[in-house]
């Protein structure tokens, strides 16, 4: 991307000459527009973005000096260069007191234009950067409080988080997509949300998986929104989305994700796109009685697993048992939402087409016509006896199979995070040491060593293709310790980062 320069100079020649002979590109820049007075530049620049500009500051009317005031005020991201036939100091002195980068005399020579312009690339490239390295710490960390594995002070952290809002879970309903459709589609996306509405926060929640907090004063606002993204953005159609309720703050993520989450899954376990809101479901989702619910996760995991598989039924039953103080309708209200909520995962996961639709929707209607507690646990029970017996009869690891290409996209697009064997098994429903001993036969590698490499290898491409700091780069393959980071690289290729860099550059020329 070239960064884009704005040329003020009330004369012609001056900015013909500078637009025409400075080797802007070549430099990582590109001249956007040329203006001959103050008027003229804020004209351009509401027009068009601009990184740079070059003034003069002695101009008719208003002056390059008010330029920089201005420059200041309203767009403080810009970098102000100026150019002047008058090498008064208390020239230079004010421009740099407003802001001002550099000040440059007329004549001005190509090799001062061309060294500036280097430092400020140079300057660019780190801000952006350390903008990355931002935006990916405040994506973990919001997604580690949305998750419930951490609270968040907004203040603290100075997040701009909406005082009003709404959570969206959206999820990719085709999983047979490769990495490069995943990442073009989210990419996508969240583009056309982002336009809707430019405060929203997206965050990467999973492979297929985005977790949208979209500001709103009300239902109507955030209705009309996703009326607008059904009927006039076609990819919209691709995702199904779960809402929650609107919420109030920060300290509201981790509820908003979880009610958004069970609307998805309500949903998904109807094997259906389109939304979803939560409060259209909220009564399946009662804090009543949340024996079974807190189970998931944990018959997930064996479930996952052949070797334990068998053991989600005395569990279940125990749970089932647990329950039996609430009455025959609270019963099988808590019996449905479980299993709408286990079919819900188990439609996340790319399992070669089995389909769990149908015979949930006929053990869901069995459960109506039961008639006490007792036949309703047997109902649930026959339901998990005939899904172990699915999944026994056919591939006994498929779970575990579909989900190791998951764990690997995931590791692909998040390598720059804390990511460890037992985060990655708790996402993905499985005990650590069982994903340790799949990953290994479905990849020919243990974890680290996949970690390491997926690392490495854009590690390697940064050394080559960018200009970036290695200890900047060590930070966005993430490595919090340098020195660790160099020997792991000198392990994996021989030399260390420094000497890489030394022999790509070689090699180029």
Known sequence: MLYQTLIVDD??????GLARFVKWEEQGFEVAGTAYSVDAALAVMQQAHIDVVFMDIRMPGKTGLELLKILQKEYPEVKSVILSGYSDFS???????????????????????????????????????????HANRMQALLLSAAKGY??????????????????????LADRTLGEEDILQKKSMIQEKLLQLSPDAIVLDDEVFSLFVVIPCESENAFDSMITILEQFCPEFSEWACGVCEIKKGAAMLHEGWKEAGHALRYLLAGNKKGVIYYKKIESLFGHDSLTMQELLPDLLKQLSDPETRSGILPLMERALMQNKTQTVIQYQTSCIRFLIELNGYLQGLTLGGINFHDPLNKTLGNLLLCQD??????????YLQWLVDLLNQTDAQQLGKGTICEIQLFIRQHYGENITLNSLAEQFFLHPNYLSRLFKEKTGKNFVEYLTQVRMEKVKELLSSSN???????????YDNPRYFSKVFKQYTGMTPREYRKKTEYEKI
């Open 91 to 133: 020239y230079a002195q004010e421009a740099i007191r407003w802001g001002a980068v550099d000040y440059l005399t007329k004549p001005v020579s190509l090799n001062e234009i061309t060294d500036l312009l280097a430092r400020l690339y140079e300057e660019f490239e780190q801000q952006k950067q350390a903008i990355h390295i």
């Open 373 to 382: 507690c007792d036949s309703t646990a047997k109902c649930t029970i026959e």
């Open 150 to 171: 951490s609270q968040i002070d907004a203040q603290k952290y100075s997040l701009p988080f909406p005082q009003s809002w709404c959570g969206l879970s959206m999820s």
């Open 468 to 478: 970036r700091k290695i200890i900047e780069i060590c930070a966005m393959a993430g």
């Open 11 to 16: 004369e012609e020649i001056v900015c013909r």
